[in-house]
């Protein structure tokens, strides 16, 4: 199994560009999220979905938009992108139906400048 | 408003030494408490997870203390090696409900020689 995969690793955007940051699992997971990572702040949940069809809100929403129209995949959409928004981005997933033991992707570092 | 609060932010001990990390938090509800390990360039992964009707758990080395009353958990790592220097996130989640983990800000943990 691949686990958790996330592209691109790195990014670098302008201000107002939009992008959409891919994250793929193949181990059959309902529950799949996205955090941001911030140095000082730990990591705080952005969205996240409990199966296809399925997203809701997390802590940090605003900006950023999901969809899941598999249970697989989950991409996390920068509408237009903002500099408070670089930060380094986490896709996990989780059997059980919720973050009970979630499995992290490695990641993909944005920089907006 | 930070839901867990971790302590300390860094912490420095020397291989065999007992690193201790402590968490609090103010909402009675959260019902599971895992700890993550991140090292650096990587995502984070679980190491260990309590519920609050124990007040230790041990897992090889790592070790979860639970005082529910005072609304504190910590972790301990026996004989500490360099091999567990990174960052350790404690987290809480109230189960059943929209399923939200909440972090805490990290612990970044060097163990020298």
């Known amino acids: 199994n691949a686990g958790v995969t996330q592209t691109p690793k790195f990014q670098v955007l302008k201000t107002g560009q939009s992008m959409t940051l891919q994250c793929a699992q193949d181990?059959?997971?309902?529950?799949m999220s996205w955090y941001r990572q911030d140095p000082g702040m730990g990591l705080r949940l952005i969205h996240y979905s409990v199966g296809a069809g399925i997203t809701d809100q997390g802590e940090v929403p605003n900006g950023y938009n999901v969809s899941r129209s598999t249970t697989e995949d989950f991409p996390l959409r920068l509408l237009s992108a903002a500099p408070s928004q670089t930060s380094v981005y986490f896709c996990?997933?989780?059997?059980?139906?919720?973050?009970?033991?979630?499995?992290f992707g490695p990641g993909t570092r944005l920089t907006v400048t | 408003q930070q839901q867990v609060k971790q302590s300390p932010q860094s912490l420095i001990v020397q291989k065999g030494g007992i690193p201790i990390i402590n968490c609090a938090y103010e909402n009675t509800a959260f019902d599971y408490f895992p700890w993550y390990q991140q090292f650096p360039g990587k995502g984070p992964a679980l190491l260990i997870a309590?519920?609050?009707?124990?007040s230790e758990k041990k897992e090889g080395r790592f070790t979860i203390s639970f005082n529910k009353s005072a609304k504190q958990f910590s972790l301990h790592i026996m004989d500490s090696q360099p091999g567990d220097s990174a960052t350790y996130f404690c987290?809480?989640?109230?189960?059943?409900?929209?399923?939200?983990?909440?972090f805490g800000t990290g612990t970044r943990l060097q163990v020298t020689l």
């Open positions: 987290a809480a989640l109230i189960t059943g409900t929209a399923s939200k983990l909440t």
């Open positions: 181990m059959n997971h309902e529950y």
């Open positions: 996990a997933s989780s059997p059980n139906g919720g973050p009970y033991e979630q499995y």
């Open positions: 309590i519920r609050p009707d124990v």
